[in-house]
């Protein structure tokens, strides 16, 4: 059974960088059936997906995004990255990452518990 | 304004059925599977549906899915308070290269 766990600072200032990790147990990142991909929900609000990153490390990001956003994987540590640069009071937000089936089967079967981040100087 | 459009809300009582909408376009739900997704209060979203109409395990059968050209349908009978929840569309969205979400519909089962 597949575990996602998300970790980094609960706080940015703005216009700094906002940096998490997924860490993934029970799979390896490198399975070529999936995609990893990070997800965020503003209190209150609905879904908004950022982007996700391939395991031989291409990735796909969110058009809405894409200046702003980094991803990396790391296989050796089995773990995924997100970078957000610039960071506003709008991306306040409770942060997954998840796993999505691959081969355009375009569902997302395992997610992280999330983590909370506040854009606030 | 969400590309996949749903309700905002819908309700039933207890043991009834309910029906939650989800209409796109052919960029997206007419051309890609649809997935459902399950947000309990306080936890992370939880595949319900995926493949359109097919239910991960554990799922019980009282949730279904449908889809019909550029809309779906997620289907909830046998009403449960345990079911009170956010419930979310997605599929990807091949003009706009993005994952899509509905705006989430919020289930009261009074």
């Known amino acids: 059974q597949v575990q996602l766990q998300e970790s980094g600072p609960g706080l940015v200032k703005p216009s700094e960088t906002l940096s998490l990790t997924c860490s993934v147990s029970g799979d390896s990142i490198k399975n070529s059936f999936y995609y990893w991909s990070w997800i965020r929900q503003p209190a209150g609000k609905g879904l908004e997906w950022i982007g996700r990153?391939?395991?031989?490390?291409?990735?796909n990001y969110n058009p809405s995004l894409k200046s702003r956003v980094t991803m990396s994987v790391d296989t050796s540590s089995n773990q995924f990255s997100l970078r957000l640069t610039s960071v506003t009071a709008a991306d306040t937000a409770l942060y997954y990452c998840a796993r999505e089936l691959g081969s355009r089967r375009y569902y997302f079967d395992s997610w992280g518990q999330g983590t909370p981040v506040t854009v606030s100087s | 304004q969400s590309v996949l459009t749903q309700p905002p809300s819908v309700s039933a009582a207890p043991g009834q059925k309910v029906t939650i909408s989800c209409s796109g376009s052919s960029s997206n739900i007419g051309n890609n599977y649809l997935s459902w997704y399950q947000q309990l209060p306080g936890t992370a979203p939880k595949l319900l549906i995926y493949?359109?109409?097919k239910r991960p395990s554990g799922i019980p059968d009282r949730f279904s899915g449908s889809k019909s050209g550029t809309s779906a349908t997620l289907g909830i009978t046998g009403l449960q308070t345990g079911d009170e929840a956010d419930y979310y569309c997605?599929?990807?969205?091949?003009?706009?290269?993005?994952?899509?979400f509905g705006e989430g519909t919020t289930l009261s089962v009074l």
């Open positions: 990153i391939f395991p031989r490390g291409n990735t």
């Open positions: 997605a599929t990807w969205d091949n003009s706009l290269n993005t994952w899509v």
């Open positions: 493949e359109n109409d």
